[in-house]
């Protein structure tokens, strides 16, 4: 294996997962889903808050790429770092990413403290990843390669040669193709293709 390719992988999970935590009367639902972006985090967000309107509170964490730099937590009303943070606790110790957790909590009327939140919202965390498949996943950009028809054999003999599948194609003056390519491929790709006669732009 190529060396440069040795360091755009990292864990995550392969799809949906529920998990639950009962004390004192507290009920905390657990939802851990795969997702690659803000948006997408924001959107399972907003879904369990609709389906879940009568819990009180909707406290998750979010962390998302190779390395983790996206990544947030909330507490939504519980008092601060009891929620948020142990289920975001939970992300990190099993060296997760493109994982969010949503915790719902339906009050049982007797008030846990500090000590019972932090451990309530971390053993559901802890739950929904135990029924979660964790699976390596690879780090890719989105680019997209421009060029001439006259170019067409040459671009896709490197999209064979390097294993990459277009999701897109359109053919007007140019042609354009947009492709994801694992990140220690993206300059041998890009020296392939700039060798091809093809432009590579990076996706907005």
């Not at 369990?48 to 937590?73: F, N, P, T």
């Not at 929620?83 to 606790?89: E, F, K, L, S």
């Not at 040669?161 to 193709?177: F, L």
């Given at each position: ?5 040795r360091?755009?992988t990292?864990?995550?999970?392969s ?6 935590y009962?004390?004192?009367?507290s ?6 889903y795969?997702?690659?972006s ?9 879904k ?10 909707h ?11 996206v990544?947030?937590?909330?507490d ?15 992300i990190l ?5 493109d994982v ?25 965390a ?7 498949e964790v699976?390596?996943?690879v780090?890719?950009?989105g680019?997209?390669v ?6 067409m054999d040459?671009v896709?003999r490197v ?5 990459v599948?277009?999701?897109?194609y359109?053919?007007e003056?140019m042609?354009r ?24 732009e990076?996706m907005?």
């Amino acid at each position: 294996m190529d060396t440069s390719q040795r360091n755009d992988t990292f864990k995550s999970i392969s799809c949906p997962a529920e998990g639950i935590y009962k004390e004192k009367g507290s009920k905390f639902l657990s939802f851990a889903y795969p997702v690659v972006s803000e948006e997408e985090a924001k959107t399972a967000i907003e879904k369990i808050r609709k389906e879940y309107y009568d819990a009180r509170h909707h406290c998750y964490a979010y962390r998302i790429g190779l390395s983790g730099d996206v990544w947030r937590y909330n507490d939504d009303g519980e008092p601060s770092s009891t929620a948020g943070r142990p289920i975001y606790g939970q992300i990190l110790s099993r060296e997760l990413s493109d994982v969010l957790i949503v915790v719902v909590r339906y009050f049982g009327g007797i008030k846990l403290g500090v000590p019972g939140l932090i451990r309530a919202y971390k053993a559901a965390a802890a739950d929904a990843l135990d029924h979660a498949e964790v699976v390596e996943k690879v780090a890719a950009e989105g680019l997209a390669v421009v060029f001439d028809y006259t170019a067409m054999d040459r671009v896709m003999r490197v999209l064979k040669d390097m294993g990459v599948t277009p999701s897109r194609y359109t053919a007007e003056d140019m042609c354009r193709m947009e492709v994801r390519v694992r990140l220690g491929d993206v300059e041998r790709f890009r020296q392939r293709m700039e060798s091809a006669e093809a432009v590579v732009e990076e996706m907005l």
